[in-house]
């Protein structure tokens, strides 16, 4: 079974400058995660699609950010204008189901994000 | 509030045990899960436990959960070198929502 796969791996930008990022989800895995990670902190999630729709998206700084999943299948990340504190890892996960039982988030490599 | 809190590193000696502890803050948390991160990699799900469980137990990996003073830790026997990396726990409030930790970095010293 092939994994979450996300692209681009590393990507450095200059502030106010535009970038996006790709995720591929897990076949068949409805509900599907973008999550920042800081150096030296958690992931937290950004947004959270169940299929196409946005199930969550209380943590994502709307004046910047978007992302979309328009066939409920991969799914598209980007900051508008960058600025220096977006410089994180940002992992895409996927799950079978979005809720009532315990379904494992896979994840992705990540993209490492550097922005200056 | 939302916040899971561990203890930011830990080193021990190859054959001896690990014991990672977090706290989280929301009761409702029906889910509670440990992942691992090695270095440029993914999260990787180690074990997680139900709610209503004291004790769950995988091969080396064995986790504890006291709701009451919501603790959780996942203790890792005969630690191996390969065992080093950041171990993460998150709470599952209701079953969807992860929240995250800020992680535990463990140093297997051989």
């Known amino acids: 079974e092939a994994g979450v796969a996300q692209s681009p791996r590393y990507k450095i930008i200059e502030k106010r400058q535009s970038v996006a990022f790709w995720c591929n989800p897990i076949s068949g895995h409805a509900t599907l995660y973008w999550y920042q990670q800081i150096l030296g902190q958690g992931p937290k999630l950004l947004i959270q699609f169940q299929n196409n729709g946005v199930v969550d998206d209380s943590q994502l700084p709307k004046d910047r950010f978007s992302a979309e999943r328009l066939k409920g299948v991969d799914s598209t990340l980007k900051i508008q204008p960058a600025k220096l504190e977006d410089s994180a890892v940002y992992l895409c996960?996927?799950?079978?189901?979005?809720?009532?039982?315990?379904?494992?988030?896979?994840f992705g490599p990540g993209t490492r994000l550097t922005v200056t | 509030g939302e916040d899971v809190e561990q203890s930011l590193f830990l080193s021990v000696r190859e054959g001896d045990s690990s014991v990672i502890n977090c706290t989280y803050t929301?009761?409702?948390?029906?889910?509670l899960y440990w992942y691992k991160q090695e270095p440029g990699a993914g999260l990787q799900l180690l074990t997680y436990?139900?709610?209503?469980?004291d004790m769950k137990q995988d091969q080396r990996l064995t986790v504890l959960l006291n709701k009451k003073d919501k603790h959780l830790s996942l203790r890792i026997a005969d630690t191996q070198t390969g065992d080093s990396a950041i171990y993460f726990c998150a709470e599952s409030p209701f079953g969807y929502k992860y929240i995250f930790g800020t992680g535990t970095r463990l140093k297997v010293l051989a």
């Open positions: 996960a996927s799950s079978l189901r979005l809720a009532g039982a315990s379904y494992e988030q896979y």
């Open positions: 929301d009761s409702s948390s029906t889910y």
């Open positions: 436990i139900f709610s209503n469980m």
